[in-house]
């Protein structure tokens, strides 16, 4: 497959810092099953050479870093469209999983399940352009346990509410006021700025960062819950993942029209 083809560009450099740069303008860097797949052989790839720092970017000035999960690829109904086994999900646990940090470098809007990409990456830094719009609402989609707790980890209760309640996108500033970003620089220093941080981090013990990060994973995902607890979840994301309002909420994305709900 040609370069021009792939939804990802892949590059490595100094042999210990990989770059992913997303590649599927045509469809605002949308995260089909197949670029999720290619991003996820290209970790894998990354950890058994060696690397030991991932950059996650779109193009240089890109308006759009990522619309977020392909909606295309969306179940129409009856079936969880965030549910373990999700090409995203998969993809997510791959960044957490990965023996060293993984930056997501973010110019331009964030959309959806791209925001959640952002947030579970271990540093996100971002330029005056870069803004995150939490969108399950918008499509009906009852976002999952597992996204939530990023959410709420990153950001806190309260800010993780008013982005999935409202669907309104946070601006640079205030993502970095609030820890969505790292940092906030100017978007000619981006790269530079990105760059240098990885090659810090490159030049540190990649075992001991490798062990840190398994246990912040562990130690912010571990949440005791009750089985009742769990199965009232798992009912509760059921009953909306097979509403109207979910099946109509696609439909009408792909129809390129305003959704009718009807909060059934
Ligand atoms: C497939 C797309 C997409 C797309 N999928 O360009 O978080 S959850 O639970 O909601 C989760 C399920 C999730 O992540 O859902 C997706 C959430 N994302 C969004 O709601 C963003 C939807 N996209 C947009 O609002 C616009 O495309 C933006 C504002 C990103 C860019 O607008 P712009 O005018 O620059 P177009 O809308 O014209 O899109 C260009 C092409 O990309 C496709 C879109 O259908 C169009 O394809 P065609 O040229 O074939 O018509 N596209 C955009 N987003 N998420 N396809």
Redo the contacts with the bound molecule.
């Keep these: 497959m040609s370069d021009e083809d792939r939804c990802i560009l892949v590059e490595t450099l100094d042999q210990r810092i990989g770059m992913i740069t997303f590649n599927r303008s045509?469809?605002?860097n949308?995260?089909s099953k197949a670029f999720l797949e290619d991003v996820r052989a290209t970790l894998e790839g990354f950890r058994q050479s060696g690397v030991r720092v991932v950059i996650l970017r779109a193009a240089s000035a890109a308006?759009?870093w990522s619309?977020?999960?392909?909606?295309?690829d969306?179940p129409r109904g009856h079936v969880d469209?965030?549910g373990y086994d999700d090409p995203l999900e998969m993809t997510l646990r791959a960044v957490q999983r990965f023996p060293g940090p993984v930056i997501a470098m973010v110019t331009g809007?964030v959309?959806?399940?791209?925001?959640?990409l952002a947030m579970t990456c271990d540093i996100a830094i971002g330029d005056p352009t870069s803004s995150f719009c939490?969108?399950?609402a918008?499509?009906g989609?009852p976002?999952n346990a597992s996204g939530l707790i990023h959410f709420i980890g990153r950001v806190g209760l309260n800010i993780a509410k008013e982005m999935f309640f409202t669907a309104s996108p946070i601006d640079a500033q205030r993502a970095a006021n609030l820890g969505l970003l790292n940092h906030l620089v100017e978007a000619d220093e981006l790269e530079s700025f990105t760059l240098a941080m990885a090659r810090q981090i490159a030049s540190l013990s990649g075992a001991a960062i490798e062990v840190i990060k398994e246990q912040f994973r562990v130690l912010t995902m571990t949440r005791p819950l009750p089985v009742e607890t769990f199965e009232r979840i798992h009912a509760l994301r059921a009953k909306v993942y097979n509403s109207h309002d979910y099946s109509e909420a696609i439909q009408a994305?792909l129809e390129?029209r305003p959704p009718r709900f009807t909060g059934n």
């Design positions: 045509a469809k605002r949308a995260l308006r759009v619309a977020g999960h392909d909606v295309a969306l469209p965030l809007a959309w959806g399940g791209a925001c959640d939490m969108t399950p918008r499509l989609v976002y994305f390129k």
